[in-house]
Each structure stands twice: as C-alpha cells, then as structure tokens.
C-alpha cells in the first residue's frame, strides 16, 4: 500500500527555498509507491530484457541515491538500513564500487517488494529527522535526487508496460478510460522556424541537468517544423505501404535492425481479427488503436526512415529547443498520477501544437556536449557526461514524463534502436 503523503511532511522552519524542497521530495516518494501500488511482488522483480529495470529496483536504486548521497555524506551518526543494498541498488556509479550486473537485475528475489517499502520509509523519516540540521550541499542534492526519480517514475511504467506486453494475458496495470472516437487530424501544417544566429541550453534560472548548459550560439538555416506530430493513422500508411520492406528509406544499420529482428510495425501494435494493426497493447491493456493518436514507442531508425518516406527530415536539436522556447512546459499530456498512460490527439488550434508531453520526440542530433560543459566532480559527476557516444536525442518529454520534469532544454537520450520508451516524432524541412 502507498504511504500517506503527509507521513514525511513535518513543520519546516528552513528557508522558503528549503521548504520547497522538501514538499517536492515529499511529493514525488508518494508519487513513486502510487505508481507501484497495484503491481505484485513477482510484477515488481521480473525483468523483460536488459535494458528494462525490475520495478523494485527502480524503487530501491532512488533510494540507494538518498541514503548514499545524502545521508551516509552529510548525515554524521546515520546507519546504513543494510550495509549489503549499495551491492544491489548502485546503478552505474563507478566511484561507488561494484554492483550486481544490470542484466540480473531480474534475479533479485530477495529483498522482497515488501522489504523495499519499508527501505524508502526508513530512509525517507532519516532525511525528515536530519532535514533542519542539512548543509546547503545536501539540499542541492536532495534537489537533483528527486529529479532523478523523476527520470525513474518514468521508466518505472515504461518498463512495467514492456515486461507486461510480454505476458500472453495481456494485463492491465490500470483499467481503460471509455473513450469516444477521435475525429480526423487536422492536415499537417508547416511552421517556419528561426533561423541565423541563436542561443540554445539552458541559461540558469532554475534547476537543470548538468547536460543541459552551458549556453551557447548555433547557426540555423531556414527551416520549418511540422504544427504536430506523426499519428498511428499516418504511420499505418507508411506500413502499408512496404516502409519496413524498402530498403533505400532505411539507415545501413536501421536495415540491419530490421532484418535481423523482424520488425514490422511500432513496438506494442498488435494486428486485429482482420489481420490489420487495428489494436495496441498499453498500460490499460489491450485495446482499438486510436489513429489520430501520435504514434509511439518507435526507434530512431524507424522514425528517420519514416521522414524520408514522407520527403522531410527529422528536426535538429536546435531546431527544436529555439522553437519550443517560450511556450508553456506544463502543457500537454504528462504523467500526474496512477491511471491510463497515453498521449492524446493534437487539439485543433494554429502554431506548434504538442511540444511538450505526448510523445518524446527524436532529433537528428547526436547527443553530445555542448561547448564548455564540464562534468561535476565526484561521483555525481558520473550522472550524464559519461554517456555521450552514440546516442540521439529526444526532447519535450512524454505521457509518461511527470508534470513540470520537461523544459525547452531538456536533454533525453537513447541509442537509435531502443524504442520501449514513449518515443515518437515531428517532421522538419529545409526552406
């Protein structure tokens, strides 16, 4: 069962910054057993492939990184709750020393779901009981530690959703919303983009990942983005078409992928009586796709691939961050509780539509520093610059992305072939 969310909101007598703090870590430990709350515990420690995490996992590794972090380094007469966990719960923390292989991960029966619970518990009451005593240091990283969690919350449902599509009963962690049909997309529409002289990443006001800044000029040619995103209708087009059968759309590697996996379709489409792909397997189960719905869970090479199809492009990260720069990251379809996970239809209107929630949108661009980054020290510093080699980047967050997670400089990244994450994509042109 969840905690109740005020069991690790004491009175506050820090600062108004402080304060904020804590009812933001206190918010999101709720908001992570919620999400749990109906799994089991063999839901919990299953693992469906490598790049997946057990859902006690997630739930214990966000944890380790309290406990670890703040506690144990600024906390002088905590305890660890048991001194084997950092073993199990490190991720890929290289200066914290050794940790079970990512990959068995799934073996953990023990400790139990159960077990787990009581861990975020007795972690969360030290850091409560420390709180008025912490040194600013440890409210930085209180700060980033929920951000963290963020990140996890999201791959908690992603991950509970592949390891559920594995399942021949096709379950629902959540019931289906009845739903009326959506009407027809509006045609897509082309938005001219700025162009010349312009600055991208993120300019300090306010919490960021170390990845995001520094701020620095880019160079743009005229371009334009698509007012939305790619749809399932659109998309089943491409299909029917022989997309997945014509070579000369597809990367050297994307063909490869192809070949050598059998793809067919978007990871969870499921054909229907027909033999169409009329149905797609979701958080809610096994149900009618919605064809003005954006199209998710794709990789980078399917959605490159589908953008030559359609004679476009895919969108520079540039391209994106100037445009999504001064509209509101709070709108859009995000993740605010348990329930059905799914992005929605684009709604009527002029401009950019979508940006932000929905669907993870992938870019052309490598993910890379940006000029002048240097990583933190310490093992902190291991949090993003160790993983730029060969991954793509993906912005404006997703349905399952938490409310108020995404910003215009935001930096999501996969490699191009993973796509259990809610991964879609805008089209862009040159002009």
């Known amino acids: 069962m969840a905690a109740r969310a005020d069991a690790i909101a004491p009175t506050c007598d820090t600062p108004q910054e402080g304060c904020a703090i804590l009812d933001r870590f206190r918010r999101v430990r709720a908001l992570t057993l919620a999400l ?5 515990d063999a839901d919990a420690t299953a693992q469906s492939m490598p790049d997946a995490s057990p859902a006690k996992w997630h739930l214990a590794h966000v944890t380790w990184f309290f ?13 660890p709750f048991d001194a084997s966990w950092p073993f199990l719960f490190n991720s890929y923390y290289e200066a914290e020393g050794e940790r079970i292989a990512r990959a068995s991960r799934g ?34 990283l209180i700060e980033l530690g929920c951000h963290h969690e963020e990140q996890h919350q999201e791959l908690l449902v992603t991950d509970i959703l592949h390891l559920f599509a594995q399942n021949p009963l096709a379950p629902a962690l959540w019931p289906a919303e009845p739903r009326r049909p959506s009407p027809a997309p509006e045609p897509l529409r082309w938005i001219e983009g700025r162009a010349g002289c312009q600055e991208i990443g993120h300019d300090g006001t306010g919490f960021a990942f170390d990845c995001e800044g520094p701020r620095h000029t880019v160079w743009l040619q005229p371009h334009a983005l698509a007012d939305r995103v790619v749809t ?29 996996n059998g793809i067919e379709a978007p990871l969870h489409w499921r054909r229907d009586e027909e033999g169409g792909w009329g149905r797609r397997f979701g958080l809610d ?25 359609a004679g476009a492009r895919l969108p520079t990260e540039a391209e994106w961050e100037t445009a999504a720069e001064g509209l509101d990251p ?41 000029p002048g980054f240097r990583a933190a020290p310490g093992a ?25 997670h995404a910003r215009a400089s935001y930096r999501n990244f996969f490699y191009p072939h993973q796509r259990w994450q809610f991964t879609g994509v805008r089209l862009a042109k040159d002009l």
């Not at 749990?36 to 089991?40: D, G, V």
């Not at 406990?67 to 305890?79: I, W």
């Not at 009581?118 to 030290?126: E, G, I, M, P």
């Open 232 to 260: 399932n209708g659109e998309w089943r087009a491409f299909v029917e078409d022989g997309g997945y059968a014509t070579a000369s759309l597809w990367l050297s590697d994307g063909w490869g992928w192809v070949r050598q």
């Open 107 to 140: 073996m953990l029966t023990r400790p139990s779901l159960d077990e787990v619970r009581a861990y975020r518990a007795h972690v969360d009451a030290a850091i409560v009981a420390a709180w008025d005593g912490l040194p600013e240091a440890a409210l930085g």
């Open 36 to 40: 749990a709350e109906r799994l089991s």
């Open 330 to 370: 709070m709108r859009g379809t995000f993740l605010d509780g348990p329930g059905a996970i799914r992005p929605l239809p684009a709604a009527p209107g002029a401009g950019l539509r979508q940006m932000f929630g929905d669907v993870w949108e992938w870019t052309a661009s490598a993910y890379l520093a940006h």
């Open 67 to 79: 406990e670890t972090f703040v506690l144990r380094d600024h906390v002088a007469d905590y305890r």
């Open 285 to 309: 189960g096994l149900t009618a796709m919605d064809p003005s719905a954006p199209v998710r869970h794709i990789s980078y090479y399917e959605a490159d691939a589908y953008a030559r199809w």
């Open 380 to 404: 902190v510093g291991e949090y993003n610059g160790k993983f730029m080699s060969g991954q793509f980047v993906l912005k404006g967050g997703s349905s399952a992305t938490p409310r108020g």
